[in-house]
Nanobody, 115 residues
Framework: QVQLVESEGGLVQAGGSLRLSCAAS????????MGWYRQAPGKQRELVAT???????NYADAVKGRFTISRDNVKSTVYLQMNSLHDGDTAVYYC?????????WGQGTQVTVSS
């Protein structure tokens, strides 16, 4: 199995940027897809972006062109660079890993965008 530890989120002004990271530990060699989901108050958890071990990426329409997901397989870490943030991006962001077709989640980190 794996454990996922996310970096701290934070408070950022609209139009600003923030970078999240998530480090995996444990049986990391069996991780295929890693990514990020988010959950805003009163809403369901939704996909933000995912990346395969080979580097193929997938983004939610809401973040395309603003967010970039990347991955360092040596460090077993996934990153989310978030630019041009707006209040609609305010949410708890969760790191995700697909480990042998089981889903593992980080503890979540709060990102708040102030307008």
């Amino acid at each position: 199995q794996v454990q996922l530890v996310e970096s701290e989120g934070g408070l950022v002004q609209a139009g600003g940027s923030l970078r999240l990271s998530c480090a995996a530990s444990g049986s990391v060699e069996s991780i295929n897809v890693m990514g990020w989901y988010r959950q805003a108050p009163g809403k369901q958890r939704e996909l933000v972006a995912t990346i395969t071990r080979g580097g193929s990426t997938n983004y939610a329409d809401a973040v395309k062109g603003r967010f970039t997901i990347s991955r360092d397989n040596v460090k077993s870490t996934v990153y989310l660079q978030m630019n041009s943030l707006h209040d609609g991006d305010t949410a708890v962001y969760y790191c995700y890993a697909d480990w042998r077709y089981l889903n593992f989640w980080g503890q979540g980190t709060q990102v708040t965008v102030s307008s």
